[in-house]
């Protein structure tokens, strides 16, 4: 059951919800009063330039960065009052992947899965699941002599053993080629259809167009947030990057 | 559960780096045979210089049973003055022994040779050693010749030596390097344990599981304990093997000794690990700290010479309890009585370092 407070005010549909999210360090704000929310089912790509904020919203959203000031609501729960319930509904998968270089793919599953609390049983299927899809030659090799694409493939796999219903992936497609990037949003597509939330990073603008929604992030602040199309059309933009530009522009002028 | 997972992965880590493997199996035994016969507090074999300027027979003899000493290292006997700086600047002796008549002589029946030890001080426990052991020659000598002559001294001396009759260094020193195994393997790996997850940034697969900041804790000290365990092991067999050192206590309280005070190394370890950003602070944080338990903890030199000001450094040192209470156990066969007290302190730093290293783990984790 959701756990409404009284300071929840986002719609009913929203399954997360910022607000005035706010993180300093020492001097620098990293991400000045933001407000956003994410609807339940919703792609939602975070986009901004290396420093922008993303990593930094991102790790706030799930509790590991504590928030200077202003909330976040996971479901309902306030994450800094609820981080132990909020790790049920959350998969998470950081920036570098977040794998263990010297255990094999397996293991980092494996791994993943344990101290997720996932049954034995299910971890079992799971790696049965993965050898579908990638050679179990490549598998059984450390994570640290496996390609980039594969260890995103893992990466992504062993955050989703948990089967969590709200998807966090920080720069899932950084340092891939375009193939791999390509099957990476064919399943996140196939994530959405079986009613996952997903939010993504990305500095790259041209993946912009796979979301559902998007937010651009500069300097820590949220200066765009709509449809990309809805953006692209109400700002004259012919191209992500021409609609990027315009936005910056237009928020230093401010 | 979710710690076994925790626990396979540490061990996977470790035993999958060779390097890590011959440190953790092979380096031990290299280390305990090597440092038995290396790290000895015997002073034997010291260089001395001897100046005989007397005639008499007294000096010859003392002379004689100096050349036959394995104490000395007898290098020259000369029967000139010799210049004693410059044969100290030059570390050819570190002692010189000048032996001359007397010009007056107490009693003309008892005709001894003025005797002088000359001592190069820069090796001050050498130095004092040395003038011990030669006072001890020119005693032994004096008696037996008065013995000799007739006449009876008023009080004589008798030394029994118990535990460790014949003052073998290695007797006390083995034990010690068992010690010193079990905190410096334990130290090193735990200390680089947290900060490598966030060298390799896998901290946040770590803190987002559903793992608590304690079994976290637990899970990295686990294995590593276990390891300590091994590595005692190994020493233990290394010391009755090869030194034929046999322990006369129970294994049970070494054992539990040996738990207390990993879990108090662990704790202080993690807690170097918490602090510190880069395994290079952490390694250099642990060096720093194993050097300055080491010379704390009376393996080399006892606590008594440490002044009384800055005693309390000892005193919380946990290498100090187990040491003593390891060479109880080797040397004395003593059972748990007799070190309950050092047991109880010990087990007191431990809980004080668990608490700490434990509070300052979940602060990291909740910045």
């Keep these: 059951m959701i756990d409404r407070s009284k300071d929840f005010f986002g719609d009913m549909n929203d ?21 956003f929310h994410i609807k339940q089912g919703e792609v939602l790509g975070l986009l901004g330039p290396n420093g922008a904020g993303k990593t930094t919203t991102i790790k706030m959203m799930t509790g590991l960065l504590r928030i200077t000031s202003g909330s976040v609501w996971v479901k309902g729960y306030e994450v800094t009052k609820n981080l132990n319930k909020i790790k049920k509904f959350i998969g998470y998968m950081s920036q570098k992947f977040s794998l263990y270089p010297l255990l094999n793919a397996y293991e980092n599953i494996e791994f993943c899965g344990g101290v997720s609390g996932v049954p034995r049983k299910i971890i079992k299927e799971k790696k049965e699941l993965i050898t579908k899809e990638i050679p179990r030659e490549i598998l059984t090799q450390r994570v640290k002599d496996i390609p980039p694409g594969i260890r995103q493939r893992v990466a992504l796999f062993s955050c989703l053993i948990s089967d969590p219903e709200i998807i966090l992936l920080d720069e899932p497609t950084s340092g891939v ?23 993504v990073t990305t500095h790259n603008l041209d993946e912009a167009e796979y979301a559902d929604r998007i937010l651009i992030i500069h300097k820590g602040r949220i200066i765009l947030d709509g449809e990309p199309s809805e953006l692209m059309r109400a700002e004259k933009a012919e191209s992500m990057e021409r609609l990027f530009r315009k936005a910056v522009t237009g928020h230093e002028a401010n | 559960m979710r710690i076994f997972y925790l626990f396979k992965k540490e061990l996977i880590e470790i035993l999958r780096q060779r390097e890590m493997l011959v440190l953790i199996f092979i380096a031990p035994i290299l280390q305990t045979i090597v440092l038995g016969y290396v790290v000895t507090t015997d002073v034997k074999n010291i260089p001395v210089q001897v100046v005989n300027l007397s005639e008499s027979r007294a000096a010859f003899r003392i002379v004689n049973r100096i050349n036959h000493s394995s104490l000395f290292d007898v290098k020259k006997v000369s029967h000139s003055p010799e210049d004693a700086v410059s044969i100290f600047k030059k570390g050819t002796a570190k002692a010189i022994i000048v032996l001359r008549d007397s010009f007056e002589a107490g009693n003309k029946n008892i005709r001894y040779p003025e005797v002088q030890i000359l001592m190069d001080g820069i090796d001050a426990n050498t130095a004092g050693i040395a003038a011990g052991y030669f006072n001890g ?14 006449f009876e001294l008023p009080l004589e001396s008798q030394t029994v030596i118990r535990f460790n009759p014949d003052l073998e260094s290695i007797n006390y ?34 803190l987002i599981s559903r793992l608590t900041p304690i079994e976290i804790f637990t899970g990295k000290a686990l294995p590593m304990a ?33 738990v207390i005070f990993l ?20 390694l250099f944080f642990s060096w720093f700290s ?20 800055f005693r309390w450094l ?24 007799y070190f309950t007290k050092d047991l109880l302190i010990m087990t007191g730093i431990m809980v004080v370092l668990l608490s700490l290293s434990i509070v300052n783990f979940k602060r990291m984790v909740s910045r």
């Design chain 2, 137 to 150: 020659i020119v005693r032994y000598y004096i008696m037996t010749d008065i013995k000799q002559k007739g």
């Design chain 2, 263 to 282: 879990f108090a190394i662990l704790s202080y370890a993690l807690l170097i690990s918490t602090l510190c950003n880069s395994q290079q602070q952490a």
């Design chain 2, 173 to 206: 020193m083995g034990p010690g390097i068992v010690a010193l195994l079990l905190t410096m393997i334990s130290m090193f790996l735990t200390s680089i344990g947290i900060v490598r997850e966030k060298e390799q940034q896998t901290m946040d697969t770590l």
């Design chain 2, 290 to 309: 194993m050097v300055t338990f080491l010379l704390l903890s009376g393996l080399f030199t006892p606590i008594e010479n440490i002044p009384r000001a």
């Design chain 1, 15 to 35: 399954i997360i919800v910022a607000r005035r999210l706010t993180k300093r360090f020492g001097h620098f704000t990293a991400v000045d009063a933001v407000d």
């Design chain 2, 314 to 337: 000892a005193d919380i040192n946990p290498l100090r309890y187990l040491i003593r209470i390891i060479r109880e156990l080797f040397l004395k066969g003593n059972d748990i009585t």
């Design chain 2, 226 to 258: 276990l390891l300590g365990l091994i590595e005692m092991g190994i020493g233990i067999a290394v010391v009755i093997l090869v030194f034929n050192i046999q322990i006369r206590g129970s294994l049970l309280y070494l054992f539990i000794t040996a």
């Design chain 1, 177 to 199: 080629d375009p193939e791999v990037r390509r099957e990476f949003w064919a399943k996140i597509y196939d994530l959405k259809k079986k009613g996952k939330t997903i939010l």
